[in-house]
């Protein structure tokens, strides 16, 4: 399991570092999608990986962290997929508005020479 | 008491200059007045302040700022503390007075000028009230900044803005000296306490680091105080209004440095370092400062050089080390900032009622305007330290220290002498200013006809000549106990005997000033006929010029070197930008791994289940399908993306993580619907060309990206993987785990420690969710579409065609047609789709669900409205006001944090319990909760807010649309 996550890891970054560097804007923001999908599973994983566990405590009372999910890499995480949200959004919205004053979808906001 | 005083002292001209910000522009009077009450209040509490202060007492309040890195809001009053903030309220009234006739009635921004005027009073109380050595940097930056706003306060003149921009580099210059300087005596001493700093003066001096603090504080307070080599900016600051050149450069901005160089005087002074970096600058200053006003033909340009040479004078004196000279050298701050201000106003007043400063257009003004004449010859005789005004008895005690030899060395054999010829020089210069122009001819062609000015614009050149004669005349009746207290302030235990007396009998010092006195009048009658026609500034040097040399350097760094640095070292593209981040990226990640030897873990591994093995297939077929599709094809792009965010989430479920894995489904919801609404205005794209046809150059830059991909890809697999084969060290999520129930009152604990244990980290996130959606929808409200996307899409065109070509049918029927199933669906939905939000909000602090899941939850309800009916449809039936969600959201999560402080608890702090409710039974009740429903609706609203107002561009361009149909043909 772990070899796949790694892969998939590092097949998401590359495909996401490919796009980044690419001059479309839309090449830049699916690029950028890509690359925060890779990382919040990369920060997950820093938790370890466990089947069948979870965060969500079973008695009431001071909880044994043996039994569970390390809960820390996925509040972070939790965390990063709204912010991620947010950063496409406001992403998209420049590139709209930089499209609808330069008339291109460089990223410069003009083509290359 | 006392120390409430103090604060009161220091908060009403801060106060005040906030309250005339908001005065009328053209209420002159009643700013004036609101300023002077200011000044006038001040003066009073300094002066009920004195009895505390007499016999070398201190006070001191103090209150917490930052204890931790040993920075208070401390303030402390001693004597000299004292007799400064006299100097700093007594003048600045005066000013207030002399600035009321001063500024024109027709000048409109006059509540600017009060208000920056009381500002910079306040930090100029603050430098001299401050009790901690970081607080005084931040009053020292904040005079530069104010006497900034001051000197360019006539911004429409080119040489106000020079002047100011000039004298705000130079002292801010300055100013980071004194703060780094200031670092290291607390890093000395161990605090930033002055009290603490003053009694350490003997670590200070023994410790490696005297000689840098000493050299860094010297930065702050000679560039502050125009000694040279950084006096240059003094004569430029001269184009401010003369209110503020009497007030800032005479009593209290530039005596900012010489209050430096004495309140460190008993740490600093006494080594040979000081003596030599001190007395250089100082004496340069004294005699150059002389011979520059000498030569000047503007009055202020006379006066501000004739400054230099006062304050040089003063640092001598400091410099020394003998407390004696210390005295005279708090004396002559006192005795130099009366006349000083005096003759700045008089300059004024000339300047005011003739037109001109021009020395060599003035003439003859004695007939005209006699009172005021007789008022700047007593100031100015004062100046040039004539018996039986002030100026005499501090420039004796002057001649006297230089007298003294104190260290051996060719600096002291030759102080004598050039005290001497400074002491010429200024009675030379002072006799120019008076001659020249309240003498000779009458005056011929000036701007206006001169006459005295209103009673009250002279009023307080009255009082400060008034007291350079009493102080000059009955030194010690007048003066001497509150010069006792000042010195006492200063010196301590350590205050040596002196005498105030006007005469000391036939000494040295006497005969120094007779020749001075002698020589200076012999010099200015020799060089009378020059000067009347001679250019400005000093034979041959005039060229030489500090400021010159000073815009050449700031040209050469600022705009020469910075473009150098831009062609080589920049550019304004983003892809080479991007590509260098990546790089270093890479380098700063596999460097250490490098080194440490990098391989895989000892954990054992999970066996792979095939299931998810071709589940992440899938995935990377899509993550790579999405990249080499997104240029051309980008609607399958993004469905690919979602394709790879699908199998993201499923991850999350098959690994624990109920709570990512619904959060990400509904996020990839929403961001899909969002990017789809934004293709419409992206610019169509050829079909994919023939990929030889590319140029060479292309290809090679091609292929570096996709190494650099490919490395970069592979890097993050091995870090990955190598992380999670060895041990993990839980510490963090072991207490979250243990405490969540038992002090978060819930089970869920992602959500426990979202809302509760780090509720301030989502609060700032949900704040941050909250700006962007608000910047979004400030640039759509701007957005004008590319010209070619303002036309209706070719499919929409098409169905339009085919709707019009029937008569039974409307236009747009056919679009419902295609969703009218869905549409239907998604109708029903609606009511579904909000018990489901209301369901994973309640769960949220036990099972997975929580704010943002639920927050998204509600938003797709309402988008889905939107796709399935359009947005004039919604819009006519529902009223989202997605911005009242934001700003309550936002608040309810503010005021339940706040809630915790009405229980004497901390921010956020929250409380949970358990509440019976019939029928539904025990739920819990965690005031978190409050903070989660925060959440919730500010997450509705800044998702809401995005969508539509993205959606909303589709109804707009149809407007543009026929404003393009409107215009001329060749327009369009």
Known sequence: ?113 | MGGGMLILLMLLPFAGSVLVALFRSNARNVEAWFAGAVAVAGLILAILLYPSVADGGVVRSEIQWLPAYGLNFTLRMDGFAWMFAMLVTGIGLLVVVYARYYMSSEDYSVPRFFSFFLAFMGAMLGIVLSGNLILLVVFWELTGIFSFLLIGYWYQNASARDGARMALTVTGIGGLGLLVGVLLLGHIVGSYDLDKVLASGNIIRLHPLYLPAMLLILLGALTKSAQFPFHFWLPNAMSAPTPVSAYLHSATMVKAGVFLLARFWPVFAGTEEWFWVVGVAGLSSLVLGAFFALFQQDMKGLLAYSTISHLGLITVLLSLGSPLAAVAAIFHMMNHATFKASLFMAAGVIDHETGTRDMRRLSGLFRYMPFTATLAMVASAAMAGVPLLNGFISKEMFFAETVETHLKSTLDTVTPYLAVVAGLLSVAYSLRFIHSVFFGPPPRDLPREPHEPPQWMRFPIEFLVLACLVVGIVPGLTVGPYLHAAVVGVLGPETPPYSLAVWHGFTVPLLMSAVALAGGVLLYFMLRNYLATSQEGPPYIRHIAGNRIFERILVTLSWRWARLAEAFLGTRRLQPQLRLLVLIALIAGSLPLYRAGAAAGILPTIPVDPVFAFIWLLGAICAVGAAVRAKFHRLSALILLGGAGLVTCITFAWLSAPDLALTQLLVEIVTTVLILLGLRWLPKRRDDPDPMSVGTRARIRRYRDLALAVAGGVGMSFLAYMMMTRPATRTLGDYFLRYAYTEGGGRNVVNVILVDFRGFDTFGEIAVLGVVSLSAFALLRRFRPAADNVEQPHQQKIQDAYDEARPDRQTGDTLSDYLSVPSVIMHWLFPVIIVLAVHLFLRGHDLPGGGFAAGVALAIAFILQYLAAGTRWVEDRLRILPLRWIGVGLLSAALTGMGSWLFGYPFLTSHSQYADLPLIGKIPLASALLFDLGVFLLVVGATVLVLIALAHQSIRSHRTDRFVATLPKEDA
């Open chain 1, 1 to 113: 399991m772990e070899l796949v996550l790694s892969l998939a890891i590092g097949i998401m970054t590359a495909s996401g570092i490919w796009l980044l560097l690419r001059p479309r804007t839309f090449q830049v923001i699916i690029g950028l999608s890509l690359i925060s999908y890779a990382v919040n599973l990369f920060i997950f994983s820093m938790g370890r990986l466990r089947m069948n566990a979870t965060p969500v405590l079973t008695s009431a009372g001071v909880g044994e962290p043996a039994l569970y999910d390390d809960p820390l890499p996925q509040a972070l995480v939790l965390t990063a997929i709204v912010i991620g949200f947010a950063m496409t959004a406001l992403f998209l919205v420049v590139l709209l508005a930089s499209r609808g004053l330069t008339g291109t979808d460089h990223v410069d906001g003009r083509e290359r020479r």
